[in-house]
């Protein structure tokens, strides 16, 4: 008798090691084809991305090639593809790294803590310095100059001087100047003398005029 018991003992512990390893194998191939699922979405996300890349606008491929050169590989859309998706990816690996080391959470608080503070950066990027307003200004001038010609695309930059450098005080004398000008290297000059001369400038928050706005959408 006491050899029957330790068998079906035997048995069903066996029965169960079964049994849990077959639920564990479910439960594995589920996890497999959520993930198979989640890259065959990012895969499209990426290459939609990519396009929407190297479909930047005139200014934006100009900033690219000119200044954020190190940008200039979002031109090209596979490259822009291939950046996203590895970025995806290393975040999906690191999440399931975290789930497996039971620190899901801490991965999640240290994902909240980097959008807090990409929040702040993007707060700072729509409060420019006087460094990269003119920058700014730069750049436009070098798509305008390359898109319609060194003449045309110089006097065309001419009436946008006043908006870019509104708010700077005694501005009088060197956007005089930049209007004047006839050539892309003299008004690279006095862009220079701007950046030097304003440096450390902070400009004052603007106010939105909603009834100007409302009557430029009535009209």
């Known amino acids: ?89 290393a975040l999906l690996l690191l999440q399931g790294w975290a789930q497996q080391k039971r620190k899901g959470n801490w991965v999640y608080i240290g994902f909240i803590i980097a959008a807090i503070f990409g929040i702040y950066f993007t707060y700072q990027d729509f409060r420019p310095t006087i460094r990269q307003r003119v920058e700014v200004i730069r750049q436009h001038l070098h798509a305008s ?23 700077l005080p005694n501005i009088r004398e060197y956007r005089t100047k930049l209007v004047t000008l006839p050539e892309v290297e003299a008004i690279d000059e006095v862009l220079n003398e701007i950046i030097l001369q304003y440096d450390g400038f902070e400009f004052a928050p603007r106010q939105l005029n909603m009834d100007a706005m409302a009557y430029s959408c009535d009209s």
């Not at 100059?145 to 708010?167: D, F, Q, S």
Request: hydrophobic share 45%.
């Open 1 to 89: 008798m006491p050899d029957v018991i330790a068998r079906l003992q035997q048995l069903q512990a066996h029965y169960l090691q079964e049994k849990t390893r077959s639920y564990e194998w479910r439960v594995q191939q589920l996890h497999n084809l959520k993930k198979g699922f989640l890259v065959g979405i990012l895969v499209p996300l990426s290459i939609l991305c990519g396009y929407l890349f190297s479909k930047a606008s005139l200014i934006g491929k100009a900033g690219m090639t000119f200044v954020y050169k190190e940008y200039a590989f979002l031109k090209t859309w596979w490259q822009g593809a291939s950046f996203v998706f590895v970025v995806w990816m």
């Open 145 to 167: 100059v390359a898109w319609k010609g060194p003449k045309p695309g110089i006097n065309e930059m001419r009436r946008h001087y006043t908006n870019y450098l509104r708010g």
